[in-house]
């Protein structure tokens, strides 16, 4: 049995998928939005993470509860702009559309997160194409457990 077929079916699988396989679509925010609009948004389009843009390009994330920390704080979250409370580039832990699913598993579990922004590397121009979430994984999972029927 080579070292391969010992790492198991969804391994493989997962070393042979790309992000782009198996990614949400593209969905942020401006960083000029309030912190209250930014809830409204994750409500709107049932998201865990938002991802924040200023002229299309990638500055910044937010999670669940980053706004549950801000509505603690109990500023004015109409006045507060995204920017105030949201995780900067380039503590953006991200991956690429083209990047092996297991390489995109790998950073969600080492640094602790829900979601990576997925972007695209063209002609020397990056641009954010789409998220990779754990919910992408647990379905990936679910369909491939399904066609192995094990
Ligand atoms: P939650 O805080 O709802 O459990 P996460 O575990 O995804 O959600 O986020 C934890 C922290 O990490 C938050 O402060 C958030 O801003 C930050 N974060 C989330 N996703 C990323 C990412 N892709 N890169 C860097 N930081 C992130």
Redesign the pocket.
Same mark, same amino acid.
């Given at each position: 049995i080579t070292a391969k077929q010992n790492k198991g079916y969804i391994y493989n699988k997962c070393t042979v998928k790309k992000v782009k396989d198996c990614m949400s679509p593209q969905n942020s925010i401006n960083v000029k939005t309030s912190v209250y609009d930014a809830i409204i948004h994750l409500f709107n389009f049932d998201l865990?993470?938002l991802i924040v843009v200023e002229s299309e390009k990638l500055v910044g994330? @937010?999670?669940?509860?980053?706004l549950l920390k801000a509505a603690l704080n109990r500023k004015n979250m109409e006045k507060i702009p995204v920017s105030m409370i949201m995780?900067r580039m380039p503590?953006?832990?991200?991956c690429f559309e083209d990047d092996n699913i297991i390489e995109a598993i790998e950073k969600l579990i080492k640094?602790? @997160?829900?979601?990576?922004?997925v972007l695209r590397k063209e002609k020397g121009k990056i641009s954010l194409v789409g998220r990779f979430t754990k919910t992408n994984v647990t379905k990936l999972f679910y369909q491939e457990l399904k066609n192995k029927s094990i």
């Open positions: 865990g993470t994330i @937010i999670s669940r509860k980053d995780t503590n953006i832990v991200h640094h602790e @997160i829900d979601s990576l922004p």
